[in-house]
């Protein structure tokens, strides 16, 4: 009798908060709608152009501030070179990273605009994993971010089980293989990453920084063995190797032996730049558990 005049306590609802703001201009409803779609369930706030035109975008783009601005180039009208460009010329706009979507490789088109550091490119047709790998390129995501990204990937179906470069497990793998690996005490885990791969690209250029990439990732699948796990642990170019302690050691040693003759070829090949480094990182067995993938992932930036 009394419960009637009850009423059950309202929850507040978690706050959302965006992972990064994107701006999406495209005149095909269609795409705009798969763009919205994924974007949102991976945690970024979804802002799309009216049509995809362009003086809407350089307008939205300088009311918003879009932590990223993700454009098609060939639109009627103003075009996506042509936003980049108004984009860069404009103050308010200037430091918006850029990721222009074509069908053609834009190094050898000569409208496009001189290369920025905050600018890349993503050629059609691509998977949603290779536009998160972008995404995650562009945007000064920390490691907290990076990780929230990562729990919500880990939550949708895998479109795509392979790094679209590497040719590596993604991370869906890892998390699904990491428990098993990690299970029997004395494991230990190795993080080899190329150093300052963005610069890289910005020097090099996307093919040749992304054809080091894939060097390494062949260097490192090049030692898979049935004890070792070799996979993407996130959407940065970071490859793990995770297995019994005495195999990660000599598996790391010899994956820095035979990269140094990519080293090698690539200071030859541009002996203006730095050769190139790689980063490694270790972690190992201190508490005698299996390994989820939020732990490794900590694990190997300590």
């Not at 035109?53 to 042509?82: F, S």
């Not at 088109?109 to 536009?131: G, Q």
């Not at 049935?226 to 940065?236: E, M, Q, R, T, Y």
């Given at each position: 009798?009394?419960?009637?005049?009850?009423?059950?306590?309202?929850?507040?609802?978690?706050?959302?908060?965006?992972?990064?703001?994107?701006?999406?201009?495209?005149?095909?409803?269609?795409?705009?709608?798969?763009?919205?779609?994924?974007?949102?369930?991976?945690?970024?706030?979804?802002?799309?152009?009216?049509?995809?035109?362009?003086?809407?975008?350089?307008?939205?783009?300088?009311?918003?501030?879009?932590?990223?601005?993700?454009?098609?180039?060939?639109?009627?009208?103003?075009?996506?070179?042509?936003?980049?460009?108004?984009?860069?010329?404009?103050?308010?706009?200037?430091?918006?990273?850029?990721?222009?979507?074509?069908?053609?490789?834009?190094?050898?088109?000569?409208?496009?605009?001189?290369?920025?550091?905050?600018?890349?490119?993503?050629?059609?047709?691509?998977?949603?994993?290779?536009?998160?790998?972008?995404?995650?390129?562009?945007?000064?995501?920390?490691?907290?971010?990076?990780?929230?990204?990562?729990?919500?990937?880990?939550?949708?179906?895998?479109?795509?089980?392979?790094?679209?470069?590497?040719?590596?497990?993604?991370?869906?793998?890892?998390?699904?293989?990491?428990?098993?690996?990690?299970?029997?005490?004395?494991?230990?885990?190795?993080?080899?990453?190329?150093?300052?791969?963005?610069?890289?690209?910005?020097?090099?250029?996307?093919?040749?920084?992304?054809?080091?990439?894939?060097?390494?990732?062949?260097?490192?699948?090049?030692?898979?063995?049935?004890?070792?796990?070799?996979?993407?642990?996130?959407?940065?170019?970071?490859?793990?190797?995770?297995?019994?302690?005495?195999?990660?050691?000599?598996?790391?040693?010899?994956?820095?032996?035979?990269?140094?003759?990519?080293?090698r070829h690539s200071a030859r090949a541009h002996p203006q730049l730095p050769p190139p480094r790689l980063h490694l990182r270790r972690a190992n067995d201190s508490a005698g558990v299996a390994l989820e993938l939020p732990a490794l992932r900590r694990a190997l930036r300590g």
């Amino acid at each position: 009798m009394f419960l009637q005049n009850v009423r059950p306590a309202v929850l507040p609802q978690p706050v959302f908060r965006p992972l990064g703001r994107v701006l999406v201009s495209d005149d095909d409803p269609d795409i705009r709608q798969i763009y919205a779609a994924l974007l949102t369930e991976h945690g970024f706030e979804y802002i799309g152009t009216p049509a995809g035109a362009g003086p809407a975008t350089l307008a939205l783009a300088a009311q918003l501030r879009p932590h990223l601005l993700i454009t098609d180039v060939n639109k009627p009208g103003l075009d996506g070179y042509g936003v980049q460009r108004a984009m860069r010329a404009d103050p308010c706009t200037a430091g918006v990273p850029i990721l222009t979507v074509t069908a053609m490789d834009p190094w050898s088109e000569p409208r496009r605009p001189a290369p920025s550091p905050l600018d890349d490119y993503l050629l059609k047709p691509f998977t949603f994993e290779a536009l998160l790998y972008r995404i995650v390129a562009l945007l000064p995501l920390d490691a907290a971010g990076h990780d929230r990204l990562v729990e919500r990937a880990r939550r949708l179906p895998c479109l795509e089980h392979f790094h679209p470069v590497t040719g590596l497990p993604c991370l869906h793998t890892t998390a699904r293989l990491l428990p098993a690996v990690t299970a029997a005490p004395g494991w230990a885990a190795v993080s080899v990453t190329l150093a300052r791969f963005p610069l890289l690209v910005r020097q090099l250029g996307r093919p040749a920084a992304e054809g080091l990439l894939a060097r390494l990732g062949g260097i490192a699948g090049g030692l898979a063995a049935p004890s070792l796990l070799v996979a993407h642990p996130g959407f940065d170019p970071q490859i793990a190797v995770v297995g019994p302690a005495a195999t990660v050691d000599a598996a790391a040693a010899e994956l820095l032996e035979r990269f140094e003759a990519v080293r090698r070829h690539s200071a030859r090949a541009h002996p203006q730049l730095p050769p190139p480094r790689l980063h490694l990182r270790r972690a190992n067995d201190s508490a005698g558990v299996a390994l989820e993938l939020p732990a490794l992932r900590r694990a190997l930036r300590g």
